[in-house]
């Protein structure tokens, strides 16, 4: 079993950067690959980001291609989401998850055994 909570979720103007923190209470959070999904009002819950359990292996939706950047810690035990040039349609709320005790990375939702909360990303201009 694994706790995901997430933080750093708030309102920015487009073209603005901010950074997404997950953090896991498992101890053996660096077997688990780690995913970044968003769910935008009224959509479904889509893939954004995940990365592998060393972080080798790193995969992005294409609409945040070269903008975000997935990243983990495995000594705290962290995994984040840095993202640039916001846009207006990146508002969402950011959904950390992992998968468990698989440590290669995917793009399913389906894949991910565990979920956080959500933190809410607002994005205007």
């Known amino acids: 079993q694994i706790q995901l909570v997430e933080s750093g979720g708030r309102s920015v103007q487009a073209g603005d950067s901010l950074t997404l923190a997950c953090a896991a209470s498992?101890?053996?959070?660096?077997?688990?690959?780690m995913g970044w999904f968003r769910q935008a009002p009224g959509k479904e819950r889509v893939f954004v980001a995940s990365?592998?359990?060393?972080?080798?292996?790193?995969y992005y939706a294409d609409s945040v291609k070269g903008r975000f950047t997935i990243y983990r810690d495995n000594a705290k035990r962290m995994v984040y989401l840095h993202m640039n040039s916001l846009k207006p349609e990146d508002t969402a709320v950011y959904y950390c998850?992992?998968?468990?005790?698989?440590?290669?990375?995917?793009?399913?939702?389906?894949?991910?055994?565990?979920w956080g909360h959500g933190t809410p990303v607002t994005v205007s201009g």
């Open positions: 998850a992992a998968r468990h005790f698989i440590p290669e990375a995917t793009m399913s939702l389906a894949d991910y055994a565990y």
């Open positions: 498992s101890g053996t959070f660096g077997v688990y690959a």
């Open positions: 990365i592998s359990w060393n972080g080798g292996i790193e």
